[in-house]
């Protein structure tokens, strides 16, 4: 947010790295050091030095972007500091500047390069794109902005909530099957001490569900188009539509089979129903 306030004011940082960003005692951010900064706006030039004027390396050679160190490459823009940022990023999550060597020669060898960051298996996928998208070799295949680039991390953390919400759900979907063909398997009973293990087993069955499609709700709430909660939550309705029908409940297996309607996009394979049992 301060970079790209700091581009709306025709500014480029073009030293953004950890070091430069200090985290206040109450989570303020301060964008510091802008010793190298420069000016797009041609309003500043006489004033301020201009991206346009530069004929030296600036910066510090473990984050800088390739048309930082050849000029020609590219005119340093918005997209520069996205590559910086995307450096930053970069160092949060592999725990190391996005360039290195053993000499200043090699570092500005490496930044010149500008191989796209190898992601461990460790870093989720959804922020893997977004890494290599900001440190993309080519400046006009980075985030345009660096507004952009808040927004694509910021539904990231969505995202990973709905996941993770997702997660838990799941889990309460396996506990649901699983009480669901144990109910199944067992045949009713009018001796008080089976007749209270079923109700027992009933209402476990109703806790699960009820966890197992919040999940998948909440989950959806969070990212919409999260296809694997939404086939979840179809699967649980399944899974509950069964269980009624099992025991003669039509008028809750249809409420179930509505809300299941009410989801167009959701694709399952379901299970037949257990045949009711005597």
Known sequence: EAVHYAHSRGVLHLDLKPDNVMIGAFREVYLVDWGVAVSTDDAQRDWLPMADEVSEILGTPAYLAPEMVDLARAPLSARTDVYLLGGTLHEILLGRPPHEGESLHDLLYAAYGAQLPEVPPSVPEELGRILRKAMAPEAADRFESAEALRSALSDFLEHRVAASVADRAREALVDLRMLVDESAREPTHPKLRIAERQDSRNAQVQRAFARARFGFAEALRHHSAAEDA?????????????????????????????????????????????????
């Open 230 to 278: 939404r086939e979840g939550l179809a699967s649980a309705l399944l899974a509950m539509t069964g269980y009624h029908l099992a025991r003669m409940e039509t008028a809750s297996a249809e409420g179930l089979l509505q809300e299941l309607g009410d989801e167009p996009r959701a694709e399952t394979h379901a299970s037949p129903a257990p045949e009711p049992v005597s």
